[in-house]
């Protein structure tokens, strides 16, 4: 009689099991695309910050005349780059402040691509403020100056910070001659007979040693 009424376990058992693995399956199918579609937002996410920065950068090396398009360009470029996949309806805003704080800022926005469609759009706004790169008196269009430019010297010695050493047609690559005067056969110490040398390029003496030699 026991066995009788126990007959029917196993299919009772199997029956609760397919009832239970219906109910969970639509829990976790939800928490997989859940994690996609947090994955994709993330890596969006990146992309618009990085295009943001190369912007940035961009514009903080052009002159303020010609900054605000050449960043929308550089913006567009990366755009068609990734295709379609990633933001939609992605939009550009850029402001650059050449005299008080001398920064610019790219601000770009969009609505996430999601996987599946849905009438809640995720929208995205990142943007990004960079330091401008160029001197007060660099001239339009020249890339090739920065903000902080290490002085220079002309062959006289004389410091060039901010501004280009007068042109001296007897001096190589600077300023006026600084006259070396070494005498031939002259040794460190001194004494001997010669003729005197004017050198036309600056050469690094350190305290302490003396005059050079020069033989032809």
Known sequence: MYK???????????????LEFALVVPFLTLIFFGIVELGRTLIQGTWVS??????????GETPHAVAIPVMNQRVETLS????????????????YDATS??????????????????PYPLKMNIGFTGPVLLS????PLALSSA????????CDGTQCCGVACPAAPSCVG??????FSTQLGEGPGGG?????????LIIPVRRGLGKYNARR
């Open 4 to 18: 009788l009424l126990n007959s029917h376990g196993p299919v009772k058992e199997q029956g609760a099991a397919l």
């Open 50 to 59: 990085q295009a943001a920065f190369e912007a940035a950068l961009l514009g």
């Open 80 to 95: 068609g780059i990734q295709g379609q996949q990633l933001v939609t309806e992605l939009g550009f805003n850029a402001s």
């Open 101 to 118: 704080n001398r920064t610019v800022q790219v601000d770009l926005n969009g609505e996430v691509a999601r996987l599946l469609k849905s």
């Open 136 to 139: 007060y008196s660099t001239l």
């Open 147 to 154: 903000s902080n430019p290490a002085c220079q010297y002309a």
């Open 174 to 179: 600077q300023a006026s001659p600084m006259p």
């Open 192 to 200: 001997g007979g010669g003729e005197d040398i004017d050198w036309g």
